[in-house]
């Protein structure tokens, strides 16, 4: 046998070269996906009129760590630009890109181009708190008459905002919906009907750049622990996407001032890392999945349901299968479930929970939380079967999970079982609250089932970011009562949620 250096080498015909020679430069010269951005709202508008087309909406702040992800990368994506092309598109940033006849941070636009679009988006679609600021970055799908169909602020993934054009299209279209991608899935911030306002007194709507970072930082380390506004200034840091912002938080709950101070400071810190930090921030709670106190380890493990860090997923599983205390293994059961949306592993240990028939009250509560805990799961078949049994079963309160369930996976093939046992349901309470799980499956806010899953799961701490709206879930006896505004359904928010964002 020949080797190597010996074997004869087969040339190309000669007729072929040229043509080789020809479309090898050009493979390598084809342009890297990206979404077609309208320049001006009077062509997208009348585009979207005529063409029947949603339009989608960015808002873009340079220098931000998120903003700075979606430009260079999530809008490039090739299923997010493939999505993007059956929409009307355009970008809001008041910052420029050096050049004048195409931005280069958004090309085929000019910096000029979409200046002039954030100015009209804050007058037409945005909603700004009382300083005049908005949130970004920020995204919206739109009717072609201009009303919101859905938004989102902050973060991203690829596979959320592909979710979102498509949930959008069978919104407008839904005669004819179009499927959704097979790795799509619901984003956690996600409002229908409206878009989102910073909270009153957030001068930035924004995490900070790496240079209001360090001048923060500079401030925290010399100013001391008791200094004015250094709560905002912290918060500040722990909504901010950066490393340097990671390091400090792991600093100061690792070994500093909070990680000894314990109490109060310390559970509302995690507290506010599950509701408003980076999904990055889930190495900073790693020490207190461990903790000794049972209420440090509930909110960690409440913090990682909220950040659904698949890379979170190893220490999740451990914690869960050291837990003793019934209620912290509940909640445990629930990050894991959002923290393995894709893992088999996961899959299969909460249906041997959920499909468990332990029949005293730890168990029933365990076996509770594993079906809500479904809900955060890709829909596998067997999922999707675990869930419809037990929303068929004898157990109100288990029926009333399933039903939970169903509507935060926002799974489509659920609409036809949830609303043929609402319909079907002889107890009344259970028939309202199931008729509100099949509200949100259909499209409203996943703030209209926190009040029944905190119920049903027996839950003592909040998930503002799992059910975030503007239409809230405020009862008689529950936090928040009487303090909110509006919502789309004319329901409640405490303005409590609201506040777990930052501001300055």
Known sequence: MPTAAARPRTAAPRSARPFLLVAFPL????PAPRIEWSAGWTEASARARAEGRAIFVAVNADGEARSERLARSIYRDKEVVLQAAETVNVVGSISTHGRARS???????????????????????????GEGVVAAPQHA???????VLLSVPFELASEELAWCFVAARRALSPEAPPDFPPQARPPRRLLFGATWTPAQGDLLGRGLTPGELETELSGLRSGGPFRPGVVEAWRRVLFTDEKDALDHARSELGSGLLGWLRGDLLVSTIHLIGSASPRSFHEVLEHFARDAQAGVRAEAAVAYEQLGAPDALKTVRAALAKEGEPEVRASWLRALGACGRDDAGTRRALLKEAGSKAADASGARLRRNALVALGHLAQHADVRAALSQSLDGAGADERLAAACAMALARDPFYVEPLAAAAAACADEALAAELTLALRVLRGADAALLEAPVRRVAGDRIRRERVFFGSAGPARAGEEGEGDGEGGQDGDQVPRRARRTLPSS
Not at 110 to 121: F, G, N, S, V
């Open 141 to 147: 799908w739109l009717r072609p008459d201009g009303s």
């Open 27 to 30: 493979a390598l010269a084809q």
């Open 103 to 129: 931005c280069a941070r958004f090309p085929g636009i000019t910096c000029e181009d979409h200046r002039r679009m954030e100015a009209l988006l804050r007058e037409r679609v945005l909603r700004a708190n």
